[in-house]
């Protein structure tokens, strides 16, 4: 009777260490890899453009986002009879809204471009994550999800909810500092297709700009560089 107890805890203690084992970062952080078409697949993806819109307070706007691995990202702005602007490149961003009635284009705040370096990798921050200085924490789960916070080497922190199912990448929340005030952004990811091997989420919602729907998305197009001057 003695063994088949002992037999039972050591049985109980291999399960229990399975199910550790399949909580730790680098687990949720493969299985999201996984999900986004496989380490081997995302290693050739160089870039991408996603043509889409959005609708703020009632006005319709065209966006189209360009992204060279990192070298660049252009987001193109159509609304109200203006064509708009913004340019992230390696330490640098450049904003021309004359919407906003901008008349030249202006350099972005050190704090948005630093936030906006994630942007540039095009294959996912958390491909090969330690080589690019990021550190990943898991924080524990939250609902269906897995929570992990995503820190880069630039200081910007960011938590990544990421299916518990599916490995996919649900919501994200980051706190920014806007003038001087501290802003929480929270976007959602929804809408997952696949694209030459690929997945993207062809929604994405933000507590900032709302919801921003994309009908298209190209992978691996010649981008000229010139289009990040």
Request: no cysteine; proline share 3%.
């Given at each position: 009777m003695k063994n088949l107890l002992i037999f039972g805890m050591f049985i109980l203690s291999l399960v229990f260490v399975q199910f550790a084992q399949a909580q730790t970062a680098d687990d949720v952080v493969n299985g999201y890899i996984k999900a986004l078409g496989g380490k081997e697949k995302l290693t050739t993806l160089n870039s991408v453009r996603m043509t889409g819109s959005m609708s703020i307070q009632g006005t319709d706007i065209s966006i189209t986002v360009t992204r060279l691995h990192m070298k660049g990202m252009r987001m193109d702005i159509s609304v109200m009879g203006t064509d708009n602007y913004q340019i992230i490149t390696p330490g640098k961003g450049v904003s021309f809204m004359p919407?906003?009635?901008?008349?030249?284009?202006?350099?972005?705040?050190?704090?948005?471009?630093?936030?906006?370096?994630?942007?540039?990798?095009?294959?996912?921050?958390?491909?090969?994550?330690?080589?690019?200085?990021?550190?990943?924490?898991?924080?524990?789960?939250?609902?269906?999800?897995?929570?992990?916070?995503?820190?880069?080497?630039?200081?910007?922190?960011?938590?990544?909810?990421?299916?518990?199912?599916?490995?996919?990448?649900?919501?994200t929340v980051s706190k920014r500092n806007i003038n001087g005030e501290e802003v929480e952004f929270e976007t959602t990811y929804t809408n997952y297709k696949q694209v030459d091997g690929f997945w993207f989420a062809f929604t994405a919602t933000s507590s900032i700009q709302g919801e921003t729907n994309y009908d298209k998305v190209e992978v691996n197009i010649p981008v000229d560089e010139k289009i990040f001057q």
């Open positions: 919407v906003q009635g901008m008349g030249s284009p202006t350099d972005m705040p050190e704090e948005q471009v630093k936030a906006a370096q994630s942007q540039l990798d095009v294959q996912s921050v958390l491909l090969d994550y330690q080589a690019k200085g990021t550190t990943v924490e898991l924080l524990g789960k939250e609902g269906n999800d897995f929570k992990l916070k995503v820190t880069f080497k630039t200081g910007i922190s960011t938590t990544y909810y990421i299916g518990q199912s599916d490995y996919r990448l649900n919501k």
